[in-house]
T-cell receptor
Framework: NAGVTQTPKFQVLKTGQSMTLQCAQD?????MSWYRQDPGMGLRLIHY???????DQGEVPNGYNVSRSTTEDFPLRLLSAAPSQTSVYFC?????????????FGPGTRLTVT | AQSVSQHNHHVILSEAASLELGCNYS??????LFWYVQYPGQHLQLLLK??????LVKGIKGFEAEFIKSKFSFNLRKPSVQWSDTAEYFC????????????FGAGTRLTVKP
């Protein structure tokens, strides 16, 4: 299993450009999430999904869109990049079995917006 | 939604010293609790987790954590740290069982001097 994969690893955008960060998992997990990590702020939840076709907002959803058309993929779209979106983005997939829950993280995408 | 507080931003210890990192959360209902570690340049890895049962949880690499419900706390401990424990540590909380909304603390950077 590849686990959780993210592309690209690095990206530089100009203000106003749009792009999509890709995330895929091959573990057949029902849940997927996007986080951003900024110094001194930990990870903040952007959007999450509890299954194909179902998404919801996290703590910091503004400026980002997601969709979940398949179990495997959960792309994150930046509609009009801003310097405040410079961050490291982590995708995660998770599963729940009864009370047991476990989350696996991807390697991250480092995004710089100039 | 719940919030998560980690009281120590940066902890510096010598090898063989004991470690305790504080974590408090604000949600009063059923919670799942996690500690993750992030080594420099890497993604997050799960150290340990608590769902129910024995409030003293043992994880990998000699770490343990104690859930004290009355104090809304889930502190991480290790009796004797090693230089290789130098990393950033994140506490995370998820409400209940049937959702995917996980919130992280701001993180504690641990530096272990050889």
């Amino acid at each position: 299993n590849a686990g959780v994969t993210q592309t690209p690893k690095f990206q530089v955008l100009k203000t106003g450009q749009s792009m999509t960060l890709q995330c895929a998992q091959d573990m057949n997990h029902e849940y997927m999430s996007w986080y951003r990590q900024d110094p001194g702020m930990g990870l903040r939840l952007i959007h999450y999904s509890v299954g194909a076709g179902i998404t919801d907002q996290g703590e910091v959803p503004n400026g980002y869109n997601v969709s979940r058309s398949t179990t495997e993929d959960f792309p994150l779209r930046l509609l009009s990049a801003a310097p405040s979106q410079t961050s490291v983005y982590f995708c995660a997939s998770s599963y729940r079995r009864g009370t047991h829950y476990e989350q696996y993280f991807g390697p991250g995408t480092r995004l710089t917006v100039t | 939604a719940q919030s998560v507080s980690q009281h120590n931003h940066h902890v510096i210890l010598s090898e063989a010293a004991s470690l305790e990192l504080g974590c408090n959360y604000s949600y009063g209902g059923t919670v799942n609790l996690f500690w993750y570690v992030q080594y420099p340049g890497q993604h997050l890895q799960l150290l340990l987790k608590y769902f129910s049962g024995d409030p003293l949880v043992k994880g990998i690499k000699g770490f343990e954590a104690e859930f004290i419900k009355s104090k809304f706390s889930f502190n991480l401990r290790k009796p004797s740290v090693q230089w290789s424990d130098t990393a950033e540590y994140f506490c995370a909380v998820k409400e209940g069982y049937n959702n995917n909304d996980m919130r992280f603390g701001a993180g504690t950077r641990l530096t272990v001097k050889p």
